[in-house]
């Protein structure tokens, strides 16, 4: 006997995915969703690959994606094995933009670190207090 797959509502996807209800429906409205499936009330349905697909696309939108480059890297992957060497290009390209990011956050956390280490200095007494923006007493 044949297993019948499983089937998720909207509601149910959302909580599986952590998608809004709001985004899922953009999602399938603007056709990132293929293959939308309809239960027997015409209510949108989805299944364990569709949930996996709907992650991907979340991440898709995390590396910073707009919805017309997740279209594209869509159409890629209905093409097939194929495409693969493009979809990789694709990613490649958001892998750098995101190491120049990742980069750039590092830098900004070391200087909040350093920030807050001078600032506790200070209050502890162990450095004296300067500014760049304005005169203080220790600037003799």
Known sequence: ?????????????????????????????EGLVPNVKRNKNNYRVFDEKDIAWIGSLQCLKNCGMSIIEMKEYLDLCLK??????????????????????KQELQESIDYIHWKQKFYEDIL????????NLIATKNDD
């Open 1 to 29: 006997m044949e297993k019948t797959k499983e089937l998720y509502s909207m509601k149910q996807a959302c909580e599986k995915t952590g998608l809004t209800y709001d985004t899922l429906k953009f999602y399938c409205n």
């Open 80 to 101: 097939g094995e194929s495409s693969i060497p493009d979809r990789q290009e694709i990613l490649e390209v958001k892998l750098k933009e995101l190491e120049h990011k």
């Open 124 to 131: 502890t007494e162990k450095k004296k207090y300067y500014s």
